[in-house]
């Protein structure tokens, strides 16, 4: 019996501290988009993140705010990539280049680019706000 207990807390111990670490978000930022991963490594997308966060108002609400961000960022930024692109394009191919259409997709890039950096602000505060909850048991 003496060898027993203490292998059942130290099994106790490492369950316990399994279970937390899987409930840890990380943010990861690569050349300025950021990702969310979980402690695996698998990467999680906001639909799952609001989800996961109901109970951690914070976070759903840092998590929303990003999603908001990302989805103007994109309306701005892929129009404005087609636009900046296809004269430059053209322009490989032997044609005039247009400058106007230049600088119409890069006013669009520019614009989206302070929505990509509060959408990755807006995602770190929601991983912080999310794992300070799960330790606290919010």
Do not use: W
């Not at 129009?79 to 006013?107: A, E, R, V, W």
């Amino acid at each position: 019996m003496r060898i027993l207990m203490p292998i059942f807390f130290a099994a106790t111990f490492f369950f316990s501290t399994q279970l937390f670490a899987q409930d840890t978000l990380i943010f990861k930022s690569n050349l300025g988009a950021g990702l969310i991963t979980n402690r695996v490594g698998k990467s999680l997308n906001f639909r799952y993140l609001i989800k996961s966060s109901a109970e951690i108002p914070d976070a759903k609400r840092f998590f929303r705010k990003a999603r908001f961000n990302n989805v103007v960022a994109t309306l701005f930024a892929f129009p404005g990539g087609f636009i900046l692109g296809y004269p430059l394009g053209l322009s490989l191919s032997g044609q005039k280049l247009n400058t106007d259409l230049l600088m119409i997709g890069g006013g669009l890039i520019l614009v989206s680019v302070p929505f990509n950096i509060l959408r990755n602000k807006n995602m770190r505060r929601g991983v912080d706000a999310y794992n300070r909850g799960v330790y606290r048991g919010e």
